[in-house]
T-cell receptor
Framework: SAVISQKPSRDICQRGTSLTIQCQVDSQVTMMFWYRQQPGQSLTLIATANQGSEATYESGFVIDKFPISRPNLTFSTLTVSNMSPEDSSIYLC????????????FGPGTRLLVL | SQQGEEDPQALSIQEGENATMNCSYKTSINNLQWYRQNSGRGLVHLILIRSNEREKHSGRLRVTLDTSKKSSSLLITASRAADTASYFCATDEYPGNTGKLIFGQGTTLQVKP
């Protein structure tokens, strides 16, 4: 398994501001992902964080709104920019440790409330 | 987009009873996984079943997969109050091996002591 930490665990932000969420893994991993879980909903993949190159975004998510960094194989950040109340969600990072890319391990999540 | 549909959306049972949750998906898969989430926290991986498998067991969990119907079920036997959580199925992206997962809408399970 993998030990994954996220910071902050929760935050309350004002609309128009930005928040950067950190994801730290206890060992090197190839794949890191960022998901959003809106209130009462399931998880939706935002992007795949690629080490050394630009993140790969899913349909409906753009780099200007959700810039992602992946400076090395154990760390990634997701920024939620110019926030609105609709961005209130839980943001989770996950990593893929297995060589056959099957099981994913999730961080504890960052609970964001935008006022 | 979410391709998984789960039913029921909510399930309430007594401790000791069995809980069955179903998941349907739309596209071809390499594997299907089930995850548990407690109170909006991180997800915990429960079990994975590959597309060439029909049934898999892990402790009190039993998962079936019917690729012809594009459906799966998760059975939790002898449920406990600690099993109270949301359960999600997730399928991988096929073809390819990108590691991306597509999650179902989830089933909220309440086990009453």
């Amino acid at each position: 398994s993998a030990v994954i930490s996220q910071k902050p665990s929760r935050d309350i932000c004002q609309r128009g501001t930005s928040l950067t969420i950190q994801c730290q893994v206890d060992s090197q991993v190839t794949m890191m992902f960022w998901y959003r879980q809106q209130p009462g909903q399931s998880l939706t993949l935002i992007a795949t964080a690629n080490q050394g190159s630009e993140a790969t975004y899913e349909s409906g998510f753009v780099i200007d709104k959700f810039p992602i960094s992946r400076p090395n194989l154990t760390f990634s950040t997701l920024t939620v920019s110019n926030m609105s109340p609709e961005d209130s969600s839980i943001y989770l990072c996950s990593v893929d440790r297995d060589l056959n890319r099957e099981t994913q391990y999730f961080g504890p999540g960052t609970r964001l409330l935008v006022l | 987009s979410q391709q998984g549909e789960e039913d029921p959306q909510a399930l309430s049972i007594q401790e000791g009873e069995n809980a069955t949750m179903n998941c349907s998906y739309k596209t071809s898969i390499n594997n299907l996984q089930w995850y548990r989430q407690n109170s909006g926290r991180g997800l915990v991986h429960l079990i994975l079943i590959r597309s060439n498998e029909r049934e898999k067991h892990s402790g009190r969990l039993r998962v079936t997969l019917d690729t012809s119907k594009k459906s799966s079920s998760l059975l939790i036997t002898a449920s406990r109050a600690a099993d109270t959580a949301s359960y999600f199925c997730a399928t991988d992206e096929y073809p390819g091996n990108t590691g991306k997962l597509i999650f179902g809408q989830g089933t909220t399970l309440q086990v009453k002591p």
